[in-house]
């Protein structure tokens, strides 16, 4: 049974930090460019980062960059987002998905390009 599965989020103060993972079970994520999406009540789903099959490129939308950090770990099959100096508006679901490629296309990741999701992990950064 293919697998995408989330898990890391939670309840943080602003400042804080959270590493999510997304692990994958019954396919090998070796081959695809992965990406991380969010989706807050009321707003469209917008892609945050994503990182190329071999961990040699990644990419950042401009709200995160500097303070979010993708990686992968194809040993165990699992993606990682580190998410340091969280802030309110960083509140979403978090989600991760399998690019339909090896490679992250210019800007922000665009959910059209992505074929598998996992279910999603909720963040809330409040004090």
């Known amino acids: 049974q293919l697998q995408l599965v989330e898990s890391g989020g939670g309840l943080v103060q602003p400042g804080g930090s959270l590493r999510l993972s997304c692990a994958a079970s019954?396919?090998?994520?070796?081959?695809?460019?992965i990406g991380w999406f969010r989706q807050a009540p009321g707003k469209e789903r917008e892609g945050v980062s994503c990182?190329?099959?071999?961990?040699?490129?990644?990419n950042y939308a401009d709200s995160v960059k500097g303070r979010f950090t993708i990686s992968r770990d194809n040993a165990k099959n699992t993606v990682y987002l580190q998410m340091n100096s969280l802030k309110p508006e960083d509140t979403a679901v978090y989600y991760c998905?399998?690019?339909?490629?090896?490679?992250?296309?210019?800007?922000?990741?665009?959910?059209?390009?992505?074929?598998?999701w996992g279910q999603g992990t909720q963040v809330t950064v409040s004090s």
């Open positions: 998905a399998v690019a339909l490629s090896s490679y992250c296309s210019g800007g922000d990741p665009a959910p059209y390009e992505y074929d598998y």
């Open positions: 019954g396919f090998t994520l070796d081959y695809y460019a």
């Open positions: 990182i190329s099959s071999s961990g040699g490129s990644t």
